[in-house]
DNA sequence: CTGACATATGAACAATGTTCATAGAGCTTC
DNA sequence: GAAGCTCTATGAACATTGTTCATATGTCAG
């Protein structure tokens, strides 16, 4: 076996890495289906039984590609809430802003799409708890909405602006599922783009009227 | 024997219904992932080939409890239609009749979450197209959107507005879906009502402003 | 009643996730 | 470097699934 010496642990997280490539290129290839024991072992040059003893069922392997997912999904929310623009007023801005995040959504969801599926699609076995840590990731992206709604509903009290927030990201969450949902006939990017930009502008809109 | 064009006799017929009235059952009680041949034949009283006599695979015989989930959704959407009232406007009138179709929406989901998730869950696998007398039971409820948003965007084309009306649908689709999703932990009924109350009002309104 | 066709049956197969007895790698001690 | 000890990796074996097919059973015309 050709190969430097290295620690056990390293060794150990070496694997880990490699699992999770594989099964996140396999997804990415041919959806979370193909995510099976033997392929996976094949792709990552270990044997059947090394997988289990690095995670303890593939449905654990796949939540940890849902966290890197979702790492690389703020990431690129992050970077295009960095766009920012001169705008005529605070609530113009804020618009503009929330806008400008659903379309980074949708962006990553076409360009990852098996992935960003994956995100949703996937179920643990009736009975068994997603874990604390998975739910965090993903209550962060909330987070994110709620403080570019901020200037939009500056009456509103934390805990409903909150709600709001998960509200606005399910609202477009749908729009950008559906659009990208072949059962259903794909829409053309642009299309979708479109619609995004429409009902989100008028749902900024709408708010914006019941402020006081 | 390829395929199963076979006679249509009354107890393939009995068969089929009582496969279909299994498979519903199990995926109300323990979901999607519970519909396997072996219970399924026990619950139906069948043995298990016979599954396949009318069905050429359990893929099929979901897609049969979709349809018949779909027809249900569309006559308990239908009965939120007739519940109309005197109204201001026209337009007060449609904004009303949209809110009231998403909660007709949100109503059924709560009340057959797992069947209603089914609908969306279930994926065939690669390659296998969804028939298209599937498509078209999906379709019609886009058409009932379109149907009640005509007075709101008069001047928009036809075309348009049957996008429009699907994007709606999408949006309300996302609120009830992440509202009810478990692993973010669900929102409370009633706060999921008003959520969706203040959401569709806020893209009516929006709408309306763009109208001229 | 008999033969010919239709239908139903469940044992057997293939694909899959998971386990576990075993082989072997790495480390310590002499 | 040999011997012993611990911990890991291995893949054959098992359990659970969907699906098929040779066979048993039923049906009905003559």
């Given at each position: 076996m050709i190969g430097l010496p290295t620690?056990?642990?390293?060794?150990?997280?070496d694997l880990k890495e490699r699992l999770i490539d594989a099964a996140s290129s396999l997804i990415e290839a041919h959806g979370l289906g193909s995510v099976k024991a033997?392929?996976?072992?094949?792709?990552a040059g270990c044997a059947l039984g090394a997988i289990y003893t690095v995670f303890s069922d593939l449905d654990a392997l796949i939540m940890a590609v849902s966290a890197r997912t979702l790492t690389r999904l703020e990431a690129h929310l992050d970077?295009?809430?960095?766009?920012?623009?001169?705008?005529?007023?605070?609530?113009?801005?804020?618009r503009q802003k929330l806008v400008w995040l659903a379309l980074a959504y949708l962006d990553f969801?076409?360009?990852?799409?098996?992935?960003w599926r994956a995100l949703f699609e996937h179920r643990l076995p009736e009975g068994r708890p997603v874990p604390d840590w998975l739910v965090?990731?993903?209550?962060?992206?909330?987070?994110?909405?709620?403080?570019?709604?901020q200037p939009l509903v500056p009456q509103l009290p934390g805990p409903e602006r909150a709600i709001l927030a998960r509200s606005l990201f399910s609202a477009v969450h749908g729009l950008v599922l559906l659009g990208l949902e072949e059962k259903l006939g794909v829409m053309a990017f642009t299309t979708l783009r479109d619609e995004i930009v429409r009902i989100v502008s008028a749902m900024a809109r709408g708010l914006e009227e019941t402020r006081t």
């Open positions: 620690l056990p642990s390293n060794r150990r997280l033997r392929p996976l072992a094949e792709r970077k295009s809430e960095r766009e920012d623009e001169a705008s005529a007023s605070p609530t113009e801005a804020a969801a076409f360009a990852h799409r098996a992935s965090a990731d993903q209550a962060r992206l909330f987070e994110k909405v709620e403080k570019v709604l």
